[in-house]
């Protein structure tokens, strides 16, 4: 066997001392750690702490009554966050020699722990992590966390909260992430927020929050991400947003801001994900900034105004997987590599004026397609399959009976509704949106509970009605679009109509179809099943449902809060309103606005929520309301018609040919009798 070269050996021999000396350290990096005792203040104020949130450190750490003891002294991250690790903390001990440790990290998640924020926080001074997410802690935001000047992180989100922002907590100049949403804050972003240069991430989603942002923000420019939706910003986008080069998500949906949205935009080029939303005053906004936006993988511009002819360089984001530029004023035509890009799963292009046809090929990915509302024409591609969501409502398509048997009853829903027009044969309709048919105060209640999906409608067989739905529930992995209930619904006589209810992320519209011209009442049923009430303390009981209603394009409900109106969740309600049928068809259409929680109770959940709808006549109605027959059930009684009949001809002969023989025999025995007397 061959010896190692010297040099080889010496190596070796190095590498056992490093090690060595690494073990002696880890050794004695531990011992001092036991040694070391936290700090006797700070002993006191954790315990006062977890006495008003009730409270109790698990076996993880708090070792024999040490605080900083076991997970509490761990480096990991992952470690400190695991689930059941909770509540936690984490602990410097390298102070005075290694023998006073100090409390730097705590956190509380998802613990469903009331109380507010209190005083004896200031008696952990060298704290730099304060989460506490997740909870039903109300009250202020108070001034003297502003003090806690080491803090790096502070995330109070998904809590009850209320009342302003404190500037005081601009004086957190070492903050990089600021988390306030979904809480109930009022008031405005206080300009003293703009001196915290090192904020890498901001989330003040869903938290009340008013006025312009503050000129002040233009100082963030290690800016990544930012949400900021579900409030009433006002004014325009600030033009130094564009400036925040580093912003790889950005989120400005359901505010008040004004158009245009600033070109500065195109300075994003680390940009995964853009979502602008309900953009209804100012100046139009140009696609345009988005070209060089080439990271995009997300890429929401819904309802924000967009003119202009649908731009072929949209193809260059070749990262992208969703498009939706819903409900604006794109004009052109389709650009057919648009529809072969190798990246994009879904695109949603609904609402818009575009026109020509549909690109005759698509590539494999591409498997959700909403063009609903548009001016398209000409016939469908082959490509067109039942396999994919695919909703193209309200066009002027060219239709054949193969398109019709992949897309049935889409011809009813072209933009001209031709199904019975100027020939009703309704006067009524009502549904059990989500659910199977009942009968609630001696109503009829279809089943409307066929699949929907992110793009894709359904007409009822009898082409009385029918449904459509267009939307992805963002960050959220199970996509479902019906709400089953698990409790029972109160403040009505007929709960189940209300044991399951139709959701929607974006678009959700309702068609009678065939109906007689004049007045009707519109009733539509509503219960809050997806969160608990108020009173359970939850931190999933403070999500708020909001959207609009429009009937016949005129909007009667805005910013419509199921629960608020019903004084709280798992109480029916409902709205009537009068409407006028003129061309035999009549739409309810319910449409998120980007208002309301997103993230609780869980990711994703979102949007409008409808239990059921009735549509009566407020006139006498002419019409039969008896659905068209079907060719083959005039087959089908034609037979049952020509077999029974003859049947019941060969019964009446011999019921006649009885009869005949019966008064024979009794004429036979009478003559009989007649000749024994003889």
């Known amino acids: 066997m061959m010896k190692p070269p010297l040099s080889s050996s010496k190596g070796l021999l190095f590498f056992y001392l490093v090690v060595l000396f690494s073990c002696s350290q880890s050794i004695d990096a531990q011992t001092n750690q036991t040694n070391a005792t936290t700090d006797p203040s700070e002993v006191r104020a954790l315990i006062s702490i977890f006495q008003q949130w009730d409270l109790q450190a698990p076996d993880t750490w708090n070792i024999s009554g040490e605080p900083c003891s076991g997970t509490a002294l761990t480096t990991s991250f992952s470690e ?13 001990c390298s102070f005075n020699a290694s023998t006073v440790c100090h409390i730097t990290s705590l956190r509380v998640f998802g613990l469903d722990k009331r109380g507010v924020i209190p005083d004896e926080i200031l008696e952990l001074p060298y704290l730099d992590f304060l989460k506490i997410d997740k909870n039903f802690f109300s009250g202020s935001l108070p001034a003297f966390i502003g003090n806690l000047s080491r803090l790096g992180l502070l995330s109070i989100a998904q809590n009850n909260f209320s009342g302003p922002i404190p500037k005081e907590i601009g004086n957190l100049k070492k903050l990089y992430l600021l988390s306030l949403g979904n809480n109930d804050l009022s008031g405005t972003l206080p300009p003293e927020l703009g001196n915290l240069v090192e904020l890498g991430e901001l989330y003040i989603n869903s938290c009340g929050l008013s006025a312009e942002i503050p000129s002040s923000f233009a100082n963030l420019k290690e800016m990544r991400i930012v949400w900021a939706s579900d409030n009433a910003f006002t004014g325009k986008i600030p033009d130094f947003v564009g400036n925040w080069t580093k912003l790889t998500q950005l989120r400005f949906e359901g505010n008040s801001f004004e158009g245009p949205i600033p070109s500065s935009f195109s300075n994003l080029t680390s940009l995964n994900s853009l979502r602008i939303g309900d953009i209804y005053n100012g100046s139009s906004s140009s696609l345009d900034f988005v070209r060089n936006l080439k990271n995009l993988t997300d890429l929401v511009l819904r309802n924000v105004l967009l003119t202009g002819n649908f731009p072929s360089y949209i193809t260059e984001l070749q990262s992208l997987q969703k498009l939706d530029l819903s409900f604006n004023n794109l004009t052109g035509q389709i650009p057919s590599t648009l529809f072969n890009m190798n990246s994009l799963i879904y695109l949603f292009l609904g609402n818009n004026s575009l026109s020509g046809s549909i690109p005759s090929q698509k590539s494999e990915t591409l498997q959700t397609i909403d063009l609903s509302y548009n001016f398209l024409s000409g016939n469908l591609p082959s490509w067109v399959n ?29 933009r001209s509704f031709p199904c019975f027009r100027n020939a009703p044969r309704y006067a009524n309709f009502s549904l059990n949106c989500g659910g199977p048919a009942i009968i609630a105060d001696g109503i009829q209640f279809e089943a409307e509970n066929r699949t929907l999906g992110p793009a894709k409608f359904n007409v009822t067989s009898t082409q009385k009605w029918a449904v459509s739905n267009a939307g992805l529930f963002a960050d959220r992995q199970n996509q479902q679009f019906v709400e089953n209930n698990g409790g029972q619904v109160r403040s009505t006589n007929t709960p189940e109509l209300y044991e399951t209810s139709r959701i929607s992320p974006g678009s959700l519209r309702y068609y009678g179809l065939g109906l007689e011209n004049g007045p009707y009442t519109v009733r539509l049923f509503f219960a809050e ?7 359970s ?7 708020r449902r909001v959207f609009d209603v429009y009937i016949q394009g005129a909007r009667r409900l805005r910013d419509f809060d199921i629960s608020k109106e019903a004084g709280g969740v798992q109480r029916a309600i409902s709205r009537n309103f009068t409407t006028n049928v003129t061309a035999n068809h009549l739409e309810i259409h319910l449409f ?47 037979l049952i018609a020509g077999v029974t009949v003859p049947v019941v001809a060969l019964a009446l002969i011999l019921i006649f040919a009885i009869i005949y023989v019966k008064r024979k025999k009794e004429d036979d025995d009478e003559e009989g009798k007649r000749i024994s007397l003889l």
């Not at 099943?529 to 009173?535: A, D, Q, S």
């Open 537 to 543: 303390g939850s931190w999933r009981s403070l999500a």
């Open 592 to 638: 998120w606005a980007g208002k309301g929680t997103s993230g609780t109770p869980e990711d994703g959940y979102y949007g409008p929520s409808i239990s059921a709808i009735s549509v009566v006549p407020n006139f006498i109605p002419t019409v039969s309301g008896i659905p068209p027959s079907n060719p083959k059930e005039k087959n089908h009684t034609a």
């Open 386 to 414: 039942s396999r994919l969501q695919l909703n193209f409502v309200a066009n002027n398509f060219t239709l054949n009976s193969s398109n019709i048997r992949v897309l049935p009853g889409l011809e009813c829903l072209q």
């Open 529 to 535: 099943t997806g969160f608990p009430e108020r009173t």
């Open 80 to 92: 400190f966050e695991d689930p059941s690790n909770n509540p936690a903390i984490r602990c410097d």
